[in-house]
């Protein structure tokens, strides 16, 4: 049968497919525009399967807050090339996939992927747009955090995300949380304080300073002492609160924050990157 031009049109609107393979479904399902849907996204996971072992490692990552601003999510949509991962139409896609999970708020990825999206799943529509681009697609990542403030900030046109969870609201705290936010960009903490490092970091930590300490030479009752001190300078680099604030190194996060309230402070961050 003859597919006309118009039909075609409507077929790519409605999938975001080549024009060449909204006509051959087209032409394959008789005409029949709900057909040719399913079997652009019947492809779409056939081509998902083949590319399975392919590496996803550029994308693009999403920040960003609710109106009130005590709800943020990161969500980080994988694929195989810099060129798709600039693409605008991907990157539309990976800020509708943030912004149905702010709105609906899933507890983790595997939630998320099970959402509604049109008529069909999250997971669905990655596998229906991996026959749309062409190369292996993965939702590989989402983050929420919940508190009083939520600050975002995506880093390097969207190859890095992040979430900073503040004590207090109002004011100039939003504006405080992106400062912080932009810090942990940049000098990736593992905690928000010594109290959130994993007791194996500590102690593995404390192995590698009294081994260090052993091999210059100090007497082994000093080595755990010596030990000691190594942790402390670990917390002050490692942790976000006790870090140097990059905007101001005669400042900690603890005191930048405390300077706009005394009792402000982080209660979580989230950093999500590509790779």
């Known amino acids: ?26 032409t394959e399902s008789g005409g029949d525009v709900e057909k040719a849907i399913e079997l652009l996204r019947k492809r779409g996971q056939k081509m998902a399967d083949k590319r399975a072992d392919r590496h996803a490692s550029e994308g693009a990552v999403i920040a960003m807050v609710s109106d009130d601003q005590t709800r943020g999510v990161i969500v980080k949509l994988s694929c195989e090339t810099d060129f798709v991962a600039k693409n605008e139409d991907f990157v539309k896609l990976a800020t509708s996939f943030a912004q149905t999970a702010l709105d609906k ?9 099970a959402l509604d999206y049109d008529d ?3 997971a669905g529509k990655v596998t229906e747009q991996v026959g749309v681009i062409g190369e292996k697609l993965e939702l590989a990542a989402f983050e929420r955090v919940e508190a009083a403030t939520v600050s975002p900030y995506i880093h390097m046109g969207n190859r890095a995300g992040v979430l900073v969870g503040l004590t207090k609201n109002g004011g100039d705290i939003f504006d405080a949380g992106r400062d912080v936010a932009m810090q942990v960009a940049a000098m990736h903490p593992i905690a928000v304080d010594k109290d959130g490092v994993d007791k ?29 001190g190594k942790l402390n300078k670990f917390f002050k680099e490692k942790t976000l609160l006790n870090q140097q604030f990059v905007k101001d190194s005669k400042q900690t996060i603890a005191t930048f924050l405390q300077s706009k309230d005394p009792e402000l402070t982080v209660t979580d961050f989230k950093h999500v990157t590509l790779g």
């Open 1 to 26: 049968m003859s597919i006309s031009a118009s039909d075609v049109k409507k077929l790519r609107d409605l999938t975001g497919a080549g024009m060449m393979d909204c006509k051959k479904a087209l």
């Open 105 to 113: 708020w899933p507890a983790d990825l595997e939630g998320l992927l």
């Open 120 to 122: 069909i799943t999250v």
């Open 200 to 228: 194996s970091v500590i102690e593995k930590e404390i192995e590698i300073g009294m081994d260090q300490a052993r091999q210059e030479g100090k007497p082994e009752n000093m080595l755990e002492r010596i030990a000691t």
